[in-house]
Structures are given as structure tokens and as C-alpha cells.
């Protein structure tokens, strides 16, 4: 028996000697909150804490996530039963009905049940990959790079214009030939593709790398692979706002959601290429800004106090530019430069100059 | 022109209506305005009657209605009591002669006021059947009854005997009246039926015996022996007396000086106060009253307006008081919840009064129809013109919803409630003859609405308890639900069966029932700071 299902055996044997000595049932969760989530200095990453909490079937405000829990569990030993995977929408539909005679519905949305598997995740110490549970594919990586996945020899640098789209599990990719010195991860797709047709990765020998929006597990852990097992340094490339800052944050550091995973995803070496308060004044793109909205700035004000940004000099600077010019920018507002300007003049200069955030 | 001035063609049509005329074409004035409600005004009537002599003897009312089909539309009505009798000599005019009566005069609570009622009723009768009236009375075991047929005469508002005879009758003492009259008989809010029985509610010390038209014979026994406190005549306060009246008293008094004529003929009125008003009015204290004309009459008024007077007193309002209501309400209105309060004593227009509520809530009443509103005024149900009145009114205005009842803007609250809202005092002011609804005074509006909203919570905190019962229960019912779910992943996990989970399961819910309904612990959040609420549960023993 594989250890991820001999752990979901065990859960369901504890819970059961509990009922039948007429102990009430109940999951020790750990807390996935900021509260308990810590910086380590040494490891410059995120880390769980201890904290964590009774999750109590006969407990009006419990029961219903103590049921999603043991509902995903479910799933998941089914699939590891029958060697299969499934996706988290899958799951979602798996466990989605009505309870007969009530108006009770196990999980109402997608979120439920993922958040049920992250919970998951932690009660049983196994990442949800392990419990045959895979995310979307989602993203893109294009570079001169030959792999290897379920004996399919699979080269980056020949994908046409779409680039390989990165599964949400990589655990099994072998990488068979490396050719880049460095790999950049940009927050935007579009801006990918600028860059993928203006062949970038060619004429610089590096691997661009996006996912649309924030980064998903399969995505951090190829970066994190890349980085530990080819050396490869990772720059990252976001727009100049308060989200732009917490995709590089989550990159670098790990998140505050997934702390238990840190070790798995983060890569403390990464660097933020840009937009930087510093480009918009140096290539003049302060006609290009965006106005914040309250939401911008107040989620601006919580990453300034995080503990890794606090002592920070460098960023501290950014976030005071930011809230004076009271305004952001997109990566795509070096377009008004000229449409090949980002590849052409931005990312070589920045890259040579190494003038990047740490 | 030749011709004479037209105001003497009129004068020549001009001529004195006697006032039995007047109701005869305007009997709309005095309740029957229509066959359904002339049946109504008739029982009405008499027992109004009965119940008010009963009570000034000191007898505990048992009083029988009967009401027998002769005929389409014709309906023959007896109501006998066992109050104290009517001396031979007056039984003619006190049921043939409009506006003769004891109350008028005096400031008392009472039902009847006018002395309109039983008249108007007899004239009823013989307008619409031709019959008389037939009466019956005796005022003690050593006199015999007496026995009249009558007629009203309207021309000159004076009984008719047709007939003056000494009858054989079991009763010791009592009055019975029958009535032919034209009517119809419908049961619903504003028929005999819910009269007898908001009569019985707000009378409990009286015993009804009606028999309808169906000859069903319904009895509310009375359920307390003791016959509510004598209320005491009062003279009128100076604040109540409109200039009329007061030309009237003084025109009328025998007293020889304006001090002792106000201190005689008024409530809280002595003699420095008297003294007051006369320095204010200009006039000397020891003033001829015969001597006043109008324009000292009318500084006299401004001078009680100006000087400050000790409200009435009170002793006189007899209310049913908090648990005699309730009693009555429990009798009549099957509920769940009964809450009643009795104001204290308050003024309107120089006349006393006080405002009683009693609410009865649940049972099997029906939710979702707007609450049954009763009123009473001197324990005398009012079932007409329920809109234009001021209890209506202080119901609308009062908000129920933090009493747990719907309601939207200008309506009455919706929900299993019965509403009842009882007006006494020594004049309730209605707004017509027919005395159906009450006047709107800012004084009574504003006590009814204090009356609602003090009983309104009490309601509240029972609706609130039972709706917090109701969550418990549902709580309970939501884990008998989730149980086969999380025995089933339980099960599937440990590769063992269902059924024993799911029995240890269900025997631990049901041991625990009342501290799972109980554990209130709020729905946690993912990303809460906030630690999680810890419960215990009694735990079976370690084996």
C-alpha cells in the first residue's frame, strides 16, 4: 500500500475507534492563516505554524466542512484505489449531491471542495498530487529545452506559437537537454506572447514562463526545478501593483494559503525584473499609470506590514513611490514605447544591468 | 314682484321633528343601517342593558340570548336576565321613549350613555314588523311580574301600552324582552356570534347563554365569581366642559355664588382654586351666577384654560385589570401565548380614562393572515367600523416586526395573533351614535400604542424563544442528516461497514441531544484569526 493511502486508512480507523468508544469525531486542521504562518530568516521562506484547530462533527458551525473533508478523503482513496487522477473539478462533481430528504448539498461550489482538499492535504501531510488530485493545466513555457514525460521526448524550443502547456503535476518530468542561463516568469500571457514571437528565449537562450494571473503548484514547482537542478536564476516580471507584488511574493517566499508546501514551491532566489518605480520613471511611462482604488491601496498597506517585506529597504522604497504617485502600471505599458520595445530594449537593458529587486 | 318673500312660503313648512321621527328616517345613526347589522344592534342593546343593571344591583349577570328564524328575514330575539327588575311605572318609558335613561346625566362608567339604545331598538321592531314589544319584569320574590305590550309613538316620542298585565313567572327577579324584527343572521367578525363571545371576553364574571338561529345553544360560563368593583359617579372636570354646557350648568345650578357654583358642581375644583379662577375671569367670588352673560362665560373659560387644575380622579374607571383579561382571553381565544397589561389612569379632554391590551398569540390561529384585531369600549365589543377607529390606528402605528410578526407600512401585523384592545372610561368618546369605533384623542392613540408596545414585548420575547427552540431543533435535524454521509467516507476509508458507524453515530446524537441544540458556536472562517470554539461533550466511559 502506498503511503498516502495507508494514511487516509488510518484516518478513517481513528475516526471510527473514536465513534465506537462514543468520543465525538473530530480533525485537527492546522490554521491556514496568516496568524500562523511565520518567516523564517534562515530559510527565507514561509512557514506553518503550530496552530491548529478542532474541526468537531456535532458542531453546527463544523459539520459541514468536517463532511467536505471526509468527502474529498473519500475521493481520493477511491482514485488511488484505482491508480487514477483526477482534476479538482472532477473532485468537485464528485462530491456534489443533495443529501436525500433535505435541502443539504454536500459542496455548493468548486471552492469548497478545494479548500476540503488543501485541508486535505494537511491533516494528511501529502501534497494533493500525492492523493491523485491535479489541478488545471495551466501555462505556458517555451525555450531550448528537451524533456522527457511518460517517454515522450518533448522539445520547448519546437511547440509553434503556443509553447508547452505545463501539467499541474511535474514531479515525474525528466529534463534531457537545458540550454538557458536564465528563465523569466511573467504574471501576463499576452506579454508571453509577445515575447514568444518576437523568438526572445532564442536570441537571449533563456526560458520564458507564464501562467495567466496567479501562479499555480505545477508552475512554481517547474520553476522551483529549473532553479535548484540547472542553477538557473528566476526573474520575475509583474505588473507595478499590489497583486504584482504578491505573485513575486508567493514565487520567492511561498504563500500564505499553502505554507505547509513552501518547501515544495518556493525559490528564495528569485528576483523581481519589473515594473519597478524606477522604470516608469526611466523610460517614461508616467503618463501610462493607472489610478488605485481603495482596494489597491489597502491591499498595498497589508504587504508593506508583511514580515518579509517589513525590513525590506528596497521594496519599502516601491511601496512609498507607489502610494505617492497613487497609481500603477501594467506590464503592457511599455507598448507605448513600441511594440517590440519590452524585447528588443526593456529586458536585455534590465537583465545586463542586473537591475532587479531582491 | 307681488309675490310675498319666499321665507314666508318656508315658514309655512316649518315645523318641530320630533326626535323619534328623525331616527325613524336616520336609523342608519343608531345601527341599522342594514338588515345583518339591525340583528346585531338589537342584541346588542338589550344585553348592554342587562349587564349594566346586573352590575349597578351587585348581581353576577346570567343573561340568556335567543335568537328564533320566524320567517324570511324575520327573526324573533329574547333576552332575559337576572338583574334587579324595573318598577312598573317606568318599564313604559324606559323601553318606548327615546333619550330616557338614568346615564346621561351622570359622569359614570357604564355601557349605555344615551338612553337611545333599547327605544331605538323597539321602534326598530315595530317599523319593520308592525309588532310590540314585549316585556317582562320583576324586582323581587314578594312583587309580582309584570307584563306590557308597547308601542313607541314617534310623533310624540311616548310609549303605547297595548297591554299592563300581572303574569305568573318562576324568576325572583329579572327582566325579559322580545323583539319581532326584520334581519338576517350571518356568521362571521361582525355578527351575534362574535359579539356573545367578545362580550364574554371582556366580561368574565358573566355567564351567557345564547341560543342561534340554528338553535345551537352556546354557554360561556363566567370563570371568576366576583363582580368587578363599583365604579364611583364623578362631577365633570372644568377642562371637559365646553362653553354650552357650562351656559347650561349655570343656568341650571343652585348655587348662589360662582365660588361655591364651581366648587359644588366640579371635580378638583376647592376653594382657592375657585378663588383663582374667578380673579382670572374678572368677576368677584361671591358673583350671582344668574348674573353671568356670555362674554363672562366666555372669560370664565379662558380662565380655567389659564389656571392649573389636578387632573380627575380616577377611582371611578373600573378596568378588567391584567389577569381577568387574560382569563377571558384564554376562554374564548385558544392560543399559546397570552400577555396582557392595564394602564394606568390617564385624561382626554378632562375625562378619565384607561387603555387596556391583551394579546394571544399562536395555537391555531392562522399565520399568515393579517392578526384579529378586537375592540371594546366599557366592555362592550365594537364590530363595525373598524378602520375609522383609534385603536385600529394605534395597532397600524405600533411595529411589530421586532415582535416577530410581518407587517408592512399601514396595514395590521401579520401572523397567528388575536389583538385586543379595551377602552374605559366615564365618557368614551365614539365617533357616532351607534357607538362603533373611537374617536381619535392624541391622549388615547398615544396610551393604546404604549398599552401594544409593553404587551408587543413581551410577544417578543416568546416569538424569539420559540423561534430559537425551532433553530435547535433544526440543528439536531441537520446532523441526523449528515450522519450517513460521514459514516459512509468513514467507512469507505477504514475498509469497514457503515451500519456500526453509523449506529454509534446516531446513539451519540441522540444522548446528546440537548447540548448539540444548545452549542451555539459560530461558523468558523478559513482565514479567521479568531481560535476556534472549543466545546465538550459528555464522553460514555472508557470500557
Known amino acids: ?358 | 314682484m307681488a309675490e310675498k318673500p319666499i321665507a314666508l312660503k318656508l315658514a309655512e313648512k316649518q315645523r318641530e321633528v320630533s326626535v323619534a321621527e328623525f331616527f325613524e328616517r336616520n336609523r342608519h345613526l343608531l345601527g341599522f343601517d342594514n338588515k345583518r347589522k339591525a340583528l346585531l344592534t338589537v342584541v346588542k342593546e338589550a344585553v348592554d342593558n342587562s349587564l349594566d343593571a346586573c352590575e349597578e344591583a351587585r348581581i353576577l349577570p346570567e343573561i340568556s340570548i335567543e335568537i328564533i328564524e320566524m320567517g324570511p328575514d324575520r327573526f324573533r330575539i329574547i333576552v332575559e336576565d337576572n338583574g334587579p327588575g324595573i318598577v312598573r311605572k317606568n318599564i313604559p318609558n324606559v323601553f318606548a321613549r327615546l333619550l330616557y335613561g338614568s346615564k346621561f346625566h351622570s359622569m359614570k362608567q357604564s355601557r349605555g350613555q344615551q338612553g337611545i339604545g333599547i327605544s331605538a331598538a323597539v321602534l326598530y321592531a315595530q317599523l319593520t314588523t308592525g309588532r310590540p314589544a314585549r316585556i317582562k319584569s320583576r324586582i323581587d320574590p314578594n312583587h309580582p311580574a309584570h307584563y306590557f305590550e308597547l308601542h313607541l309613538n314617534t310623533q310624540r316620542n311616548e310609549p303605547e301600552i297595548l297591554k299592563d298585565e300581572e303574569v305568573q313567572w318562576k324568576k325572583e327577579h329579572g327582566t325579559r324582552i322580545e323583539l319581532d324584527i326584520e334581519a338576517t343572521y350571518q356568521k362571521g367578525d361582525q355578527s351575534v356570534d362574535a359579539y356573545v363571545k367578545g362580550t364574554a371576553i371582556v366580561n368574565p364574571h358573566a355567564t351567557l347563554i345564547y341560543t342561534t338561529p340554528k338553535a345551537e345553544q352556546l354557554i360561556f360560563a363566567r370563570a371568576i365569581e366576583k363582580l368587578p368593583k363599583e365604579p364611583q359617579e364623578i362631577k365633570p372636570h372644568p377642562y371637559g366642559v365646553e362653553l354650552g354646557i357650562m351656559l347650561k350648568m349655570i343656568k341650571a345650578t343652585e348655587s348662589r355664588t360662582m365660588q361655591s357654583f364651581l366648587t359644588n358642581e366640579f371635580s378638583r375644583v376647592g376653594p382657592q382654586t375657585a378663588k383663582e379662577i374667578c380673579e382670572k375671569a374678572g368677576f368677584a367670588c361671591n358673583e350671582k351666577p344668574g348674573n353671568l352673560q356670555l362674554p363672562h362665560v366666555e372669560k370664565l373659560m379662558q380662565a380655567i384654560k389659564d389656571t392649573k387644575i389636578i387632573a380627575p380622579p380616577t377611582d371611578c374607571i373600573v378596568p378588567i385589570g391584567e389577569q381577568l383579561l387574560e382569563k377571558g382571553l384564554k376562554k374564548e381565544v385558544a392560543a399559546e401565548f397570552y400577555a396582557t397589561v392595564t394602564r394606568s389612569p390617564e385624561v382626554y379632554r378632562g375625562i378619565p380614562f384607561v387603555i387596556e391590551v391583551g394579546l394571544a398569540y399562536g395555537g391555531q390561529q392562522p399565520g399568515d393572515e393579517p392578526a384579529r384585531l378586537m375592540r371594546f369600549a366599557n366592555r362592550v365589543p365594537l364590530l363595525y367600523q373598524q378602520s375609522a377607529c383609534a385603536a385600529t390606528k394605534s395597532v397600524i402605528q405600533t411595529n411589530w416586526k421586532p415582535y416577530g410578526l410581518s407587517q408592512s407600512s399601514g396595514s395590521l401585523p401579520v401572523g397567528p395573533l388575536t389583538v385586543a384592545v379595551h377602552l374605559a372610561s366615564v365618557w368614551p368618546p365614539f365617533t357616532s351614535e351607534a357607538k362603533e369605533a373611537i374617536a381619535h384623542y392624541p391622549e388615547i392613540v398615544k396610551e393604546m400604542k404604549l398599552a401594544l408596545q409593553e404587551c408587543g414585548r413581551q410577544l417578543g420575547s416568546y416569538v424569539n424563544k420559540k423561534r430559537r427552540v425551532g433553530l435547535e431543533r433544526e440543528r439536531v435535524t441537520i446532523f441526523e442528516k449528515y450522519i450517513p454521509e460521514v459514516a459512509d467516507s468513514i467507512a469507505s476509508l477504514a475498509g469497514i461497514t457503515k451500519s456500526r458507524i453509523q449506529a454509534a453515530l446516531a446513539e451519540m446524537l441522540a444522548k446528546n441531544k440537548e447540548f448539540i441544540a444548545s452549542n451555539t458556536a459560530k461558523i468558523e472562517a478559513d482565514e479567521s484569526d479568531e481560535p476556534e470554539n472549543k466545546i465538550k461533550m459528555t464522553v460514555k466511559e472508557e470500557e
Open chain 1, 1 to 358: 500500500m502506498t503511503e498516502p493511502k495507508k494514511r487516509l486508512v488510518e484516518l478513517g480507523q481513528e475516526l471510527a475507534k473514536d465513534i465506537e468508544k462514543g468520543k465525538q469525531p473530530k480533525l485537527d486542521v492546522p490554521v491556514r492563516a496568516l496568524s500562523n504562518v511565520q518567516y523564517n530568516e534562515r530559510t527565507k521562506t514561509l512557514e506553518l505554524g503550530k496552530k491548529s484547530a478542532e474541526r468537531i462533527f456535532f458542531n453546527v458551525g463544523h459539520v459541514k466542512k468536517f463532511v467536505q473533508t471526509l468527502e474529498v478523503a473519500k475521493v481520493s482513496k477511491q482514485l488511488l484505489d484505482l491508480g487514477k487522477h483526477a482534476s479538482l473539478r472532477d473532485v468537485f462533481y464528485m462530491a456534489k449531491r443533495t443529501i436525500p430528504g433535505s435541502n443539504i448539498n454536500i459542496v455548493d461550489e468548486q471552492t469548497e471542495s478545494d479548500k476540503a482538499i488543501e485541508d486535505l492535504e494537511l491533516i494528511t501531510e501529502f501534497s494533493r498530487e500525492q492523493l491523485n488530485i491535479n489541478a488545471n493545466k495551466n501555462g505556458s513555457v517555451a525555450g531550448q529545452v528537451i524533456i522527457e514525460d511518460k517517454g515522450d521526448a518533448i522539445d520547448w524550443s519546437k511547440l509553434g506559437s503556443g509553447g508547452w502547456s505545463i501539467p499541474s503535476n511535474v514531479e515525474e518530468i525528466k529534463f534531457k537537454k537545458v540550454s538557458a542561463d536564465y528563465v523569466i516568469y511573467m504574471e501576463k500571457a499576452a506579454v508571453w506572447e509577445r515575447l514568444h514571437e518576437d523568438k526572445y528565449w532564442d536570441k537571449h537562450k533563456c526560458i520564458i514562463l507564464t501562467s495567466q494571473g496567479q501562479t499555480t503548484r505545477g508552475i512554481r514547482r517547474l520553476l522551483q526545478r529549473l532553479n535548484q537542478e540547472h542553477k538557473l536564476p528566476v526573474y520575475v516580471l509583474c505588473d507595478f501593483d499590489a497583486y504584482g507584488f504578491y505573485i513575486y511574493s508567493v514565487l520567492k517566499f511561498g504563500s500564505i494559503n499553502l505554507a505547509h508546501i513552501s518547501e515544495s514551491q518556493a525559490i528564495p532566489s528569485a528576483k523581481f525584473l519589473g515594473i519597478t518605480a524606477d522604470d516608469i520613471e526611466k523610460y517614461g511611462l508616467s503618463k501610462h499609470l493607472i489610478k488605485m482604488k481603495d482596494v489597491d491601496i489597502a491591499r498595498l498597506k497589508q504587504i508593506s506590514e508583511y514580515d518579509w517585506f517589513k525590513n525590506n529597504k528596497a521594496w519599502q522604497r516601491q511601496f512609498k513611490l507607489m502610494k505617492q504617485y497613487g497609481a500603477k502600471a501594467e506590464i503592457q505599458a511599455l507598448s507605448a514605447r513600441g511594440i517590440t520595445f519590452i524585447s528588443e530594449k526593456y529586458l536585455p537593458e534590465k537583465i545586463k544591468a542586473k537591475d532587479w529587486l531582491d
